[in-house]
């Protein structure tokens, strides 16, 4: 079946440092790949989103390139801010929209 | 933008209590889903439904029940609860549509069972 995995962190960081979580799925086809971050307290909001091979998805300064040939889609950013720090979730999603699969969430801490 | 909105924030209840958890999405969605967080273990899928009155087993629906009876509505269950199942409680919907099949998360419901 499909799966994600991600970096479990976490992640402690200062500030405008750079930041990369990887994360890299198994699927039987060709699937969506997504982000979603999720603040203190908060339900998860999509960051940003890939829908075919060597697609980039970008928002707020965050990027992830979908990479088919080593099945990955890691999440960047050049100069991360203490505002950042969440839970950061991998995702990926085949079909119609039933068959959605997450990552287990890498927490960032981002120290000013 | 899509809402997707949860009747509760907290909720605090007693061993053996029936509890219900409402979420209500405004954009029409075919899909609705509840998943339940816990630190360590990720989100796990409790239930999901992709029509009214349809639902489908997730990983974890023992002791849950869900009743989708309207297009924007959607409840969770607890028949009898139990200590265990003190959990954030997330529901989210999505539409069914090919490369546009982004789910869309309520703010989540913490629930203590005492």
């Known amino acids: 079946g499909n799966s994600v995995t991600q970096m479990e962190g976490p992640v402690t960081l200062s500030e405008e440092a750079f930041l990369t979580i990887n994360c890299t799925y198994t699927?039987?086809?060709?699937?969506?790949l997504f982000w979603y971050v999720q603040y203190p307290g908060e339900g998860l909001q999509l960051l940003l989103k890939?829908?075919?091979?060597?697609d980039k998805g970008s928002n707020k300064g965050f990027e992830a390139t979908y990479r088919k040939e080593t099945t990955s889609f890691h999440l960047e950013k050049g100069s991360v801010q203490v505002s950042d720090s969440a839970v950061y979730f991998c995702?990926?999603?085949?079909?119609?929209?039933?068959?959605?699969?997450f990552g287990p969430g890498t927490r960032l801490s981002v120290l000013p | 933008d899509v809402k997707v909105t949860q009747s509760s924030r907290y909720l605090v209840k007693r061993t053996g209590e029936k509890v219900f958890l409402e979420c209500v999405q405004d954009?029409?969605?075919?899909?609705m889903f509840w998943y339940r967080q816990d630190p360590g273990l990720g989100l796990r899928l409790i239930y999901f439904?992709?029509?009214?009155?349809?639902?489908e087993k997730g990983d974890i629906p023992e002791g849950y029940s869900v009743s989708r009876e309207k297009k924007e509505r959607f409840s969770l269950i607890l028949e009898s609860a139990s200590t265990n199942q003190t959990s954030m409680y997330l529901c989210?919907?999505?539409?069914?549509?090919?490369?546009?099949?982004?789910?869309?998360f309520g703010a989540g419901t913490r629930l203590s069972v005492l």
């Open positions: 989210a919907s999505s539409p069914t549509r090919r490369l546009q099949n982004i789910q869309y």
């Open positions: 699927a039987t086809g060709y699937p969506s």
């Open positions: 890939a829908t075919k091979a060597d």
């Open positions: 995702a990926l999603s085949e079909g119609y929209g039933q068959n959605f699969v």
């Open positions: 954009m029409d969605h075919e899909n």
């Open positions: 439904s992709y029509d009214v009155k349809m639902k």
